[in-house]
């Protein structure tokens, strides 16, 4: 692997990366609800929803965002679990995001889940 080190981890920490990938899953799918209840209250065109445009742009950030994390992994930079924690965290702030965003439009307090 050039040079690059391998990131081990004892039985815990691989506990806590599974509830960070659990929280990233579980606030990706209220991401997605929020997307599609915006897209249903705005339109494709209104929510910036061009299908082919949203595919490329989606598939650009995954690649994006996998290979820096994967450098910086295995250069030692950052851990794994320093990464998972990281992403769910994120992912949880743009769950917040539309939940606000939506609250506002409808005039009453959306909770997505």
Request: proline letters at 0%; charged letters at 25%; a negative charge.
């Amino acid at each position: 692997m050039n040079g690059s080190r391998i990131d081990v981890v004892d039985a815990e920490t691989e506990k806590r990366i599974a509830d960070y990938e659990r929280r990233y899953l579980e606030a990706a799918h209220a991401m997605q609800s929020g997307v599609a209840t915006t897209i249903s209250a705005l339109g494709d065109n209104g929510a910036g929803a061009d299908h082919k445009h949203l595919r490329t742009g989606i598939n650009s950030a995954m690649v994006d965002s996998s290979a820096l994390a994967g450098i910086l992994i295995s250069k030692g930079v950052i851990s794994r679990e320093e990464y998972m924690k990281a992403l769910a965290e994120a992912m949880e702030a743009e769950k917040a995001r539309f939940e606000s965003s939506l609250s506002e439009h409808f005039g009453r307090k959306v909770t997505l889940g």
